[in-house]
């Protein structure tokens, strides 16, 4: 019943720090998606893939990068931390963007830089 | 691209009383359509989703939504509410031209005793 785990759950950097997050789903689903979520913003892609060994550029890919070596897990990389990326990260995967599907999501990581 | 507009960002409505949130979208393709709700400090749950088989979407928890496509609207409603209703509720819509999945910037539901 693992569905789609996010690790970890709560990061506190440094500006400058690096730090990967690491999204792992179960469900062979094939898309896979990163998420921030900022108040009175909603969820805002990051970046996204449709498989393994493919990522694309979501709405606010800057200062972000992500890999698909593996189909179960979407890394989201930050190489020098900025005190503007500190929210909320959401990781989902899917099956499908059509039909009767739907997207799973992670528990969501609280990272802090300061 | 496709986008989603959450035409209020707060929305007040008194216990027992009837809700309406507000979804309008953009999409050049066949849309599949999503509410989504987040309560305080916690992740994501879908209430329902629109795929194209019945305009008229019905969802956990009472909640319903109807798919009007001359309007490019997809409101969702609530009879009567409830104090646990109130959470941040989420339009999303995603489509097969770009794999992307897009929320709307959220609308948040207050319940008023």
């Known amino acids: 019943n693992a569905g789609v785990t996010q690790t970890p759950k709560f990061r506190v950097l440094k500006t400058g720090q690096s730090m990967t997050l690491l999204c792992a789903q179960d469900?062979?689903?094939?898309?896979m998606y990163w998420y921030r979520q900022d108040p009175g913003m909603g969820l805002r892609l990051i970046h996204y893939?449709?498989?393994?060994?493919?990522?694309a550029k979501g709405e606010v890919p800057d200062g972000y990068n992500v890999s698909r070596l593996k189909k179960q897990n979407f890394l989201l990389g930050l190489e020098s931390a900025a005190p503007s990326q500190t929210s909320v990260y959401f990781c989902?995967?899917?099956?499908?963007?059509?039909?009767?599907?739907?997207?799973?999501f992670g528990q969501g990581t609280r990272l802090t830089v300061v | 691209a496709q986008s989603v507009t959450q035409l209020d960002s707060h929305v007040s409505v008194s216990e027992g009383t009837p809700v309406l949130l507000r979804c309008n979208y953009s999409?050049?393709?066949?849309?599949?359509l999503f509410w989504y709700v987040q309560h305080p400090n916690k992740g994501l749950q879908l209430l329902l989703k629109?795929?194209?088989?019945?305009?008229l979407v019905k969802g956990i928890n009472g909640f319903e939504a109807e798919f009007k496509k001359s309007e490019t609207s997809f409101h969702l409603t609530k009879p009567s509410a409830h104090m646990s209703d109130a959470a941040e509720y989420f339009c999303?819509?995603?489509?097969?031209?770009?794999?992307?999945?897009?929320f709307g910037k959220g609308t948040r539901l207050h319940i008023l005793p």
């Open positions: 999409s050049s393709y066949s849309p599949s």
């Open positions: 469900m062979n689903h094939e898309y």
């Open positions: 629109y795929t194209s088989a019945a305009t």
């Open positions: 893939s449709v498989g393994e060994g493919t990522t």
């Open positions: 989902a995967s899917s099956y499908s963007v059509v039909g009767n599907t739907e997207a799973f």
């Open positions: 999303v819509v995603s489509d097969r031209r770009d794999d992307k999945i897009i």
